[in-house]
């Protein structure tokens, strides 16, 4: 064995251990760690920040792209925000423990079906220190111990971060190795991990395509797939054109680097003279590029003509894919073939094109009248999230707490045998 699959083969022995106490440990217990872990973040914000800078410049030495940097700075507000996201943790329900039915059968036997922590979680990631602090906080709330391997350029930022949260983690009584990080940037590290089947109950990815197919291919662990986010708005012919332009334009511009932003507008051809020009213009003022099909092209003769890949492109850019049609039938056409399953969203004052729409969309996430960019933990109510899954097995959509738990069945009887 080598000393790298050693070192982390021990890190998921200790983080076996500590799920085991962490899965005994009262909702009390678990908040005191999670306010005592926001308190934390904030008294070392400092340090945090010294960490990132850090981690910025490295980046803009390696050429990462604007979209990546954001993704990867932090300031006090979003500091703030992370330890808000912790508090909210704490306020919610914990959902170990909860009894989510029960029934008794013929023979007396008394059948309980209950939420228990998976075990051990581990959480490969690119870009955002945020999620260190969302992951840790969901998990140790929903009685998991988790794993963290971060990108390699937020190495500083996770580390910081982390170690801010265990010493906080450990002032509540409970384990350090309930949170641990994976300590090298080598990607034999994250190989090993994805491997550990026995030690390790899941793998979960959050960041691009890449990252996501290499988990997906290399893991034995299981592995709960989180999807790039190609989301689509359909400006549908009885829209209120106002309320289009507003959803759209919060859809694509107010963050654009991340999973829920729009990346293709679909527009009716009924109301496509009376709002493309305008839409795009404002769009334009943003300065976003518009990647349009032909017709859009004859509405805003500025667009850059639309290849075929960018219909299936997750820009998390200030670009934006455009494409006229002529029913509800040919954008939903395009959305499921086109789309990532991610977030999806009709703009239409009808109320039978509301109910085909959500009904025939296949996303883990349907919109009506509102912006895509609300597909998001903190927004569900959550507190937090680990990621938005766009698979169908477990968990879909902003994976929460119930979300981090499966189910164990109770059985009480009085010395029934079968025969």
Same mark, same amino acid.
């Given at each position: 064995m080598s000393d790298l699959l050693q070192q982390i083969t021990e890190q998921a022995r200790t983080a076996r251990r500590a799920a085991m106490t962490l899965a005994q440990a009262s909702t009390a217990v678990k908040n005191q760690a999670l306010l005592a872990m926001a308190d934390a973040l904030l008294a070392d914000s400092a340090r945090i920040l010294e960490a990132n800078g850090e981690d910025i410049r490295r980046a803009r030495e390696r050429g990462l792209s604007e979209a990546m940097i954001e993704r990867l700075t932090l300031n006090e507000k979003r500091i703030s925000a992370m330890a808000e996201g912790i508090r909210q943790v704490a306020s919610l329900p914990d959902p170990v423990g909860e009894v989510m039915e029960g029934w008794k059968r013929p023979n007396g036997l008394e059948i309980l079906k209950v939420r228990v922590p998976l075990g051990v979680i581990a959480i490969i990631y690119e870009s955002r220190p945020n999620v260190t602090a969302d992951a840790a906080a969901l998990c140790l709330k929903s009685g998991n111990a988790v794993i963290l391997r971060g990108g390699s350029e937020a190495f500083q930022s996770n580390q910081a971060i982390t170690t801010s949260l265990v010493r906080a983690i450990e002032s509540a009584g409970l384990p350090a190795e309930c949170v641990q990080m994976v300590q090298t940037t080598d990607r034999e590290a994250a190989t090993h991990l994805m491997r550990l089947n026995g030690l390790v109950d899941c793998i979960i990815p959050r960041g691009g395509a890449g990252l996501?197919?290499?988990?997906? %291919?290399? @893991?034995?662990?299981?592995?709960?797939?989180?999807? $790039?986010?190609? !989301?689509?708005?359909?400006?549908?012919?009885?829209?209120?054109? %106002?309320? @289009?332009?507003?959803?759209?334009?919060?859809?694509? $511009?107010?963050? !654009?680097?991340v999973c829920n932003a729009m990346e293709t507008l679909l527009v009716h051809s009924a109301v496509a003279e009376r709002f493309l020009p305008q839409f795009a213009e404002r769009l334009k003022a943003a300065g976003v590029e518009i990647r349009g099909c032909e017709r859009t092209r004859q509405l805003v003769p500025w667009a850059v003509p639309a290849t075929e890949d960018d219909w299936y492109t997750e820009y998390l850019a200030l670009i934006l894919a455009v494409k006229v049609v002529d029913s509800l039938d040919e954008a939903i056409a395009h959305i499921n073939h086109y789309g990532s399953r991610h977030s999806e969203a009709i703009i239409t004052r009808s109320l039978d094109a509301a109910r085909r729409f959500t009904r025939e969309v296949d996303a883990a996430c349907v919109y009506v009248n509102a912006s895509t960019r609300f597909t998001d933990g903190f927004e569900f109510g959550f507190g937090a999230e680990i990621g938005i899954s766009t698979q169908k097995l477990h968990a879909r959509g902003p994976m929460g707490l119930r979300e981090l738990t499966t189910t164990k069945y109770v059985v009480y009887g009085d010395g029934q045998v079968r025969t």
């Open positions: 996501i197919q290499t988990v997906m %291919q290399t @893991a034995t662990v299981p592995v709960i797939e989180t999807g $790039v986010g190609n !989301c689509h708005t359909y400006v549908h012919e009885d829209a209120d054109l %106002q309320m @289009a332009s507003d959803v759209a334009f919060n859809a694509k $511009v107010q963050r !654009c680097s």
